[in-house]
């Protein structure tokens, strides 16, 4: 794996150089721990090796403000958050988590989102 990331890291001569091809696998799944989850995922447009590595990132990080429009806690769709957040956990694969964050904010929970909640607790 390591042979193939520097073969790739030396074919973009003509350009800057692609120092994150040269990353290992390894490497890069603990610079996405850094990241919230939804960017983590978000990132698998970038690159075809990245597709499956947030599945083993050694963190979960999720943010309400990662799921609204505008950035503010209160203008949340709150239907995406409870996919995203509930399917998560199936699909995350790492061995070990360094992390579990869950950030909603200080807000009243609406009776019927309370079990939701609850559930990700």
Request: charge should be neutral; include cysteine.
């Amino acid at each position: 794996m390591e042979a193939a990331a520097a073969k790739r890291a030396r074919a973009s001569r003509g350009s800057a150089p692609d120092r994150l091809s040269a990353l290992s696998n390894e490497l890069l799944c603990h610079v996405f721990s850094f990241l919230r989850s939804r960017q983590a995922v978000q990132t698998t447009i970038l690159s075809k090796r990245w597709l499956d590595l947030w599945h083993s990132v050694p963190a979960i990080d999720l943010d309400i403000t990662d799921f609204s429009e505008s950035g503010r806690r209160y203008d949340v769709n709150w239907e995406k958050m409870k996919n995203f957040t509930t399917n998560l956990p199936m699909e995350h694969s790492a061995q070990l988590l360094d992390a579990i964050r869950l950030r909603l904010g200080i807000f009243d929970i609406c009776d019927h989102l309370a079990p939701d909640v609850d559930v990700w607790v």
